[in-house]
Every structure is written in structure tokens, then in C-alpha cells.
């Protein structure tokens, strides 16, 4: 049972242009949403996240919204530069527990 | 600080042998995680310590996997005997407080079993 999904395996976009990439969760528990980014032969990266109690959380070029009603998070890059082509990995966990549950991941190219 | 340090990078072993994984967690942090990623199953986690002391070991796949933190700068993970179905990545992560700011993942050991 996969509490955290990523639909899309790849996602392709311009460079200059928005990238968003979306996840979809299950358990209603998750207090804590989280995005990684992976490059090649490296471990993931810690990127972004937000708690459960906010709906947009925004760091330079990087935004993640929260829509609880839908289980659903999204990760906009404005403006994507082709050094954002990497896996993204969406990830959650509930409050006091130490496991993350993270989905499959994303691979961004973006297109100089 | 020089991050979560695993070792070897790469492992190319037989059918049967022993595999030994070795992480060192950034200093201070007191939870140790150990990963697998393969292309179906994304990244799964396998087993966790907290102070030293193993918490959660579902998802360790069969009694050939085995993990040990002797120590807090310290883990191992063992397969014992390899077999093909465990070729992967491996990672380890270690953390403070997972919460908002999750885990620092290591490089990764890729371990191809022959």
C-alpha cells in the first residue's frame, strides 16, 4: 500500500518556464510534507517542506502548496533552470515518528 | 562537518557471499536510518535506530539482512548470502529531529550482486 504517490515519472519543461510536480497522499495523519531533490550517484537532498497546519510555503524559486481536503502537495519551480533537472522525491510523516514515507520520485529535465 | 559518510561507493560481489554496508552519521544526530532504492520500489525504508537501539526493522526483506550501531558514529548493514534481487542502492540517513527538516541521506553505496 503506497501512502505517498507520484504519478508522474518524468516531466519535461523549458527552461525559464514553471515546473510543477505533484504528489498525492493517502494516510490523513501526515503532519509533515517534504521534497527532496536527488541528482545522479548522489543521496537526496532535503529541499522544501511544510506542516500540515499551512497551505504554501515559499523558498526563492521554490513553492510547495498543501491542499488538505485533497491529500494532495505540489512543487512549483519558477523560473526552472536546467541545474533543477534531477529527481524529486515527495515525502511525509506523522508527528513524533521518525519514519518518512516517501514516493517514488519524479525525474525533471529541463530544457535549456 | 562532512555530512553522513557510507562506504564503499560501489560493491560488485558473487551470488553467496557476504556484503557489509558502512555508514557514519553526522555527529550528534541520534537517529540512523538505512534505505534501499531500486526502480520498482522507489526508496524503502529498511531499518532505524534511535540512540543506538534498533526501533523499526519491518522492513528489513528477509533474515539474510541484518543491521548493527555498535556505536552512535556507527552502522553496518550485512547480507548474508547476497543474492541478485538485492543489486540496489543503498543509503543511509541519519537526523536529529526528522519533523520539518526530514533526513541528511549519504551517497549511497550501489551494491551489484553477480
Known amino acids: 500500500d503506497q501512502q505517498v504517490k507520484q504519478n508522474s515519472p518524468s516531466l519535461s519543461v523549458q527552461e525559464g518556464r514553471i515546473s510543477i510536480l505533484n504528489c498525492d497522499y493517502t494516510?490523513?495523519?501526515?503532519?509533515?510534507f517534504l521534497w527532496y531533490k536527488k541528482y545522479p550517484a548522489e543521496g537526496p537532498t532535503f529541499l522544501i517542506s511544510i506542516s500540515s497546519i499551512k497551505d504554501k510555503n515559499e523558498d526563492g524559486r521554490f513553492t510547495v502548496f498543501l491542499n488538505k481536503s485533497a491529500k494532495h502537495l505540489s512543487l512549483h519551480i519558477v523560473p526552472s533552470q536546467p541545474g533543477d533537472s534531477a529527481v524529486y522525491f515527495c515525502?511525509?510523516?506523522?508527528?513524533?515518528?521518525?519514519?518518512?514515507?516517501f514516493g517514488k520520485g519524479t525525474k525533471l529535465t529541463v530544457n535549456p | 562537518d562532512a555530512g553522513v559518510i557510507q562506504s564503499p561507493r560501489h560493491e560488485v560481489t558473487e551470488m553467496g557471499q557476504e556484503v557489509t554496508l558502512r555508514c557514519k552519521p553526522i555527529?550528534?544526530?541520534?537517529?540512523l536510518f538505512w534505505y534501499r532504492q531500486t526502480m520498482m520500489r522507489g526508496l524503502e525504508l529498511l531499518i532505524y535506530f534511535n540512540n543506538n537501539v534498533p526501533i523499526d526493522d519491518s522492513g528489513m526483506p528477509e533474515d539474510r539482512f541484518s543491521a548493527k550501531m555498535p556505536n552512535a558514529s556507527f552502522s553496518t548493514l550485512k547480507i548474508q548470502p547476497s543474492e541478485p534481487r538485492d543489486s540496489a542502492v543503498y543509503f543511509c540517513?541519519?537526523?536529529?529531529?526528522?519533523?520539518?527538516?526530514?533526513?541528511?541521506f549519504g551517497s549511497g553505496t550501489r551494491l551489484t550482486v553477480v
Open positions: 540517513a541519519s537526523s536529529r529531529e526528522v519533523g520539518l527538516y526530514g533526513y541528511t
Open positions: 515525502a511525509a510523516s506523522v508527528r513524533g515518528s521518525e519514519k518518512l514515507v
Open positions: 555527529s550528534g544526530h541520534n537517529s
Open positions: 494516510n490523513s495523519m501526515f503532519d509533515y
